[in-house]
DNA sequence: ACCTGAACACCGTTCAAGT
DNA sequence: ACCTGAACACCGTTCAAGT
């Protein structure tokens, strides 16, 4: 019955990066009439996520953007999803990650909590400039090259904590996850700013103020007055960087704590 | 400019908990030829939403489930955005939580610890459970009752770690942004398997097996298989739990730690 | 007060046909 | 090899009309 329910689907791979055809390679441009190739599809769903968001990307919507009709996009690409994995993974080809150097393990004098440091901030900048990225990265099985060639640069980090291996996986949850989570609702948050058409802090004051006021929320706001106060910094930029570097300071403590602990 | 594309799009509350009309209260039933309110409305969205995931939700599905046409569900909920926080905070309802005790700060006499951590795992077990919610988490404004509730609750339980206030936001972010992160992949990867029809046992070794023979990626793999053994647990709930709990326990150890040092 | 039907402006994708 | 047009089976939502 499984079976049979299985052979009804399509084939439903898990991700683009797994028995694709890859029809054109994409390097040369202009030997097709339109100058079409999966490098300048990608490029411009890219653009288009990041000006228009996720929900209004269609298929349609891009095609009219390449000046092509929509369904020449089907040549080079087998489905919507499979485009959107080829843009996720695109952009994180935006992050710089430090080159694995073949015998060196040591990877140089480098101290792992700077290197963790900045593979975060990384991480985090690719989930703010592009807020689209978040809701993908949580849906898709995240196996593009560049994906991995990030995750195995916090691989090799991890590694030089001094951490049991049993507990390396664990470290990188918390590192990473975190970093996912909190780049999740900042990139959402600078996304609704720039949609509203206002700058962060005026849209931040604006929605305490309609949170205040409303009538099921406003009892329960008085608890957390306080803290806001406290979270410090002046706009609501200075209030992210505070809150992004004390949680971070605190996982790297965690994993030092746990190493001196052993 | 800005002003003038402000004024040519609609209202756009940002969140149905904002100035919503809320038609009908949603205690009798039975008024209504149809027997429809917005708790019963609810009620179904949700469990169409863990029958058959959010990609296949619609308001047209959702009123043939409901026996009614797809309009009718319009008079109760202004839009199908609105219909989903709906349906969030619903199951954000399902957490059990700590009740504040008035006047008695110190929360009987249990350990911040041990609250953190049933916290983190009440919201992890809504993420896994509902593997929707990480997407609609991720995208709205979580300012629902019940979420509310919750996260109040680990208001005051951060409160009472010792950490100076300016930094309570941020371990607040430290620990269930990972617990999202975490839930989130969690929560997709069984969702996976069940769409599949086969154990998570299965789903994993078909998966690895899958990766590490696709020529894109196989090359790159070699560096993990050591960790990804030592990562311990012979199914893969065991690993989940693992990593899970390694993670938690490191960063309620950086908390500690950040606190002693002060 | 509550529900329906028809209609509008969209979707992703298939398929046969063009060059 | 690459691109198009028409068509299918859907969407969310508006609006005028019914009871």
Request: with cysteine; net charge negative.
């Amino acid at each position: 019955m499984v079976a049979a329910e299985r052979a009804r689907r399509r084939p439903a791979r898990a991700s683009v990066w797994l028995e694709d055809k890859a029809r054109r390679g994409g390097a040369a441009r202009g030997g097709q009439p339109s100058g079409l190739d999966r490098d300048r599809i990608t490029a411009v769903a890219v653009a288009l996520l990041d000006a228009e968001g996720l929900p209004k990307f269609s298929m349609r919507r891009l095609a009219t953007e390449l000046n092509v009709t929509a369904m020449s996009v089907y040549w080079y690409v087998d489905t919507k999803d499979d485009l959107l994995e080829l843009a996720l993974d695109a952009v994180f080809g935006e992050m710089r990650v430090p080159a694995a150097i073949p015998g060196d393990e040591e990877e140089s004098t480098a101290d792992w909590r700077d290197q963790l440091r900045e593979l975060a901030v990384e991480y985090r900048e690719v989930l703010v400039r592009h807020p689209w990225v978040s809701t993908l990265a949580g849906n898709f099985l995240n196996i593009g090259p560049n994906y991995l060639e990030f995750s195995f640069a916090v691989q090799r980090v991890i590694r030089r904590t001094g951490l049991p291996m049993s507990e390396q996986t664990g470290a990188i949850s918390a590192v990473f996850q975190f970093v996912y989570g909190f780049g999740t609702i900042e990139g959402h948050f600078v996304e609704r700013c720039a949609a509203a058409g206002v700058s962060e802090d005026e849209y931040f004051s604006e929605a305490m103020a309609a949170v205040t006021q409303a009538p099921r929320i406003s009892h329960v706001m008085e608890g957390s007055k306080a803290l806001m106060e406290a979270r410090g910094g002046d706009t609501v930029a200075e209030m992210f960087e505070r809150d992004f570097s004390t949680a971070l300071e605190i996982v790297i403590g965690g994993i030092e704590a746990r190493v001196t602990a052993v």
